[in-house]
């Protein structure tokens, strides 16, 4: 298992990685509330925002707000890619002791940071949010339907990959860098489903992965399309499946 990350005073203590698509109403908020989080803290961070492809004036947003910002950088992709792909890129571009990637829409506050390196500092590789185990808060709770599709989710994906987890969707996770920069790599689904790819990794490399409760609050803009994105996170779930079983996931063997 990689060690814990070693101190480099020339490295960012947090890397904040947030993907972005079509984002130009929400991301200068954001932008706003992640820069006073490390300024209040005096932080050594960066905020990479990964412009997917958008194409609204996202990038135009970002590129403002990190004028005034120096722990702030625009990473753009060339075409509209998927989430899991902006992270990735956000993980390749990124130099932080630790790694947490976060919503655009802000969700999970970027409070809840100090619970999730909490875990990590008790020894855990990968710390994720749950809005699901005891000690989590709803704010303001999903509709029922998406409930229903979460559910069925969770049951499919502990049959075929992760038992014993809960909530593997809450886009608020955080690495210790070195294990995110070693994780990310052998990822390529795109998808939403890119969340359970990387915990699967993480599992089969024999990483510790901790689940960890937040507070949390439904936004009714999310970009997930209940029907269409269903039925992609569940393909991408039957593929995952495959590739473990294949070990496609598990770690390279030294030479």
């Given at each position: 298992m990689p060690a814990a990350p070693a101190a480099d005073d020339a490295a960012p203590e947090l890397s904040i990685i947030?993907?972005?698509?079509?984002?130009?109403?929400?991301?200068?908020?954001?932008?706003?509330?992640?820069?006073?989080?490390?300024?209040?803290?005096?932080?050594?961070?960066?905020?990479l925002v990964v412009d997917d492809g958008s194409r609204d004036r996202t990038a135009e947003?970002?590129?403002?707000?990190?004028?005034?910002?120096?722990?702030?950088?625009?990473?753009?992709?060339?075409?509209?890619?998927?989430?899991?792909?902006a992270v990735r890129r956000g993980v390749a571009e990124s130099r932080g002791r630790w790694v947490l990637f976060t919503d655009a829409d802000q969700s999970t506050p970027i409070a809840e940071w100090d619970r999730l390196r909490d875990a990590l500092d008790r020894g855990a590789h990968v710390a994720i949010a749950?809005?699901?185990?005891?000690?989590?808060?709803?704010?303001?709770?999903?509709?029922?339907?998406?409930?229903?599709?979460?559910?069925?989710?969770?049951?499919?994906?502990?049959?075929?990959?992760?038992?014993?987890?809960?909530?593997?969707?809450?886009?608020?996770?955080?690495?210790?860098?070195?294990?995110?920069?070693?994780?990310?790599?052998?990822?390529?689904?795109?998808?939403?489903?890119?969340?359970?790819?990387?915990?699967a990794i993480a599992i089969r490399r024999g990483l510790t992965v901790v689940e960890v409760p937040v507070a949390w609050t439904d936004d009714p803009a999310s970009r997930v399309r209940v029907v269409r994105d269903s039925l992609g996170m569940f393909r991408d779930l039957v593929?995952?499946?495959?590739?473990?079983?294949?070990?496609?996931?598990d770690a390279p063997k030294a030479p």
């Open positions: 947030v993907p972005a698509y079509n984002e130009e109403a929400r991301i200068g908020r954001a932008m706003a509330e992640l820069g006073a989080f490390v300024r209040d803290r005096g932080l050594r961070a960066e905020i947003v970002v590129a403002a707000h990190a004028a005034d910002a120096p722990c702030a950088r625009l990473v753009r992709q060339p075409r509209n890619m998927g989430k899991g792909a749950s809005r699901e185990i005891a000690g989590a808060k709803r704010i303001v709770p999903q509709p029922w339907y998406r409930r229903a599709m979460g559910w069925w989710f969770m049951t499919l994906r502990g049959a075929l990959i992760a038992p014993g987890f809960i909530d593997t969707q809450c886009g608020f996770k955080g690495f210790r860098g070195d294990v995110a920069r070693a994780v990310f790599p052998a990822s390529s689904i795109d998808g939403f489903c890119f969340d359970v790819e990387i915990l593929r995952i499946g495959w590739r473990m079983r294949r070990g496609r996931y």
